[in-house]
């Protein structure tokens, strides 16, 4: 087992709801030292209601986004941003269509682009053009995946394509009419792209992520668990409930 330096910060919230008004307070703070933040934006249903916490001050008048960037982790590769599973979709129902972001400030990875591996290489040069990432906001797969970062990922990896494990595209059906349907790869920030993050929030919901907590929370850091290289981070809030 690798020697364990982590300085990752744990809170443990009562609730979901919780914990998304906690995730969402420190991208308000963010927001309100700098009006000019780069945020980058995870999907899935952990972050859902932090976006909520998120629409509610901007509706309130409490924050604008104007001036503000984003970059998503990951899309699939294969269907195109109207189709409802994708993540280009997801973000617009759940935040963008909500909030005052400018259009061309919001940057979701083109999983229906014809050069992938261009697309990749030009994300990352994106990023760093906007200054690089103030706060990366995560979930976490049950196989401990960032982004669609899978086990065996080397930490080394800037945005780059990805086949899908069985088990996260089984974890993912929900969003698909069936099994057949759910997109064999994807394009996402790599592991590098994410640690080059200055500040990095992940949440961590519900039962079925109790052995993916356990195994972050031991502190062992190996790419058999995507999520453990976060343990060289040197700003890392993990916000947790519903596990012990
Ligand atoms: P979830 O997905 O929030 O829907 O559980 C997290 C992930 O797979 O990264």
């Given at each position: 087992m690798a020697s364990v330096n982590t300085n990752m910060k744990w809170i443990e919230a009562a609730s979901y709801e919780e914990?998304?008004?906690m995730g969402a307070a420190i991208f308000k703070e963010q927001l309100k030292q700098v009006k000019t933040s780069v945020f980058g934006m995870a999907t899935g249903s952990t972050p859902e209601g932090l976006y909520k916490e998120l629409v509610k001050a901007y509706e309130a008048g409490e924050l604008s986004f104007a001036e503000a960037k984003s970059f998503n982790l990951d899309e699939y590769i294969g269907i195109t941003p109207e189709n409802k599973a994708s993540y280009h979709y997801f973000m617009d129902e759940n935040l963008f269509a909500h909030i005052d972001m400018k259009r061309e400030n919001i940057h979701v990875p083109a999983g229906s682009s014809e050069d992938i591996e261009k697309t990749a290489t030009d994300y990352d040069a994106a990023i760093a053009t906007a200054g690089g990432i103030d706060i990366q906001l995560l979930g976490i797969g049950v196989n401990g995946h960032i982004g669609?970062?899978?086990p065996g990922?080397?930490?080394e990896l800037g945005t780059n394509v990805v086949e899908l494990t069985q088990s996260t595209r089984e974890?993912?059906?929900?969003y698909f009419d069936s099994i057949d349907d759910v997109p064999t790869h994807a394009i996402t920030?790599?592991?590098?792209?994410?640690?080059?993050?200055?500040?990095v929030v992940l949440l961590i919901s519900g039962a079925s992520k109790q052995e993916a907590y356990e195994r972050l929370h031991?502190?062992?850091i190996t790419t058999d668990f995507p999520a453990s290289a976060l343990h060289n981070h040197k700003d890392v809030t993990v916000i947790y409930t519903g596990v012990k």
């Open positions: 914990m998304s008004k669609f970062n899978e990922t080397a930490f974890a993912n059906q929900i920030m790599g592991i590098q792209t994410i640690m080059n993050a200055k500040k031991s502190g062992e």
